[in-house]
Nanobody
Framework: QVPLVESGGGLVQAGGSLRLSCAAS????????MGWYRQAPGKQRELVAA???????NYADSVKGRFTISRDNAKNTVYLQMNSLNPEDTGVYIC????????WGRGTQVTVSS
């Protein structure tokens, strides 16, 4: 069973929106920290947003006010709502689960055209 599976990426015009999902398998999801990272071409992987089991969130300055991370513990799923997208948001978005173990997903491509 794949620990993390992302979905929801795609091609969108600047100013548009996308909603990413990351489905996790296994138990104890509700107590783990979930994060979304972005890998852009030629750049280091960066944290975009994270959420604790209690719902505390953290965002990169570049996405504050535009992106919203949320989680549904009953569905073992974390979401990233991305609004007002711009070409600088292009990259592979990768889900991470941090708890007793540390899991990374394979990522989903987001491409924003100008």
């Amino acid at each position: 069973q794949v620990p993390l599976v992302e979905s929801g990426g795609g091609l969108v015009q600047a100013g548009g929106s996308l909603r990413l999902s990351c489905a996790a398998s296994g138990s104890a999801f509700s107590i783990d920290v979930m994060g979304w990272y972005r890998q852009a071409p030629g750049k280091q992987r960066e944290l975009v947003a994270a959420i604790t089991g209690g719902g505390t969130t953290n965002y990169a300055d570049s996405v504050k006010g535009r992106f919203t991370i949320s989680r549904d513990n009953a569905k073992n799923t974390v979401y990233l709502q991305m609004n007002s997208l711009n070409p600088e948001d292009t990259g592979v978005y990768i889900c991470r689960r941090t708890g007793v173990l540390d899991y990374w997903g394979r990522g989903t491509q987001v491409t924003v055209s100008s």
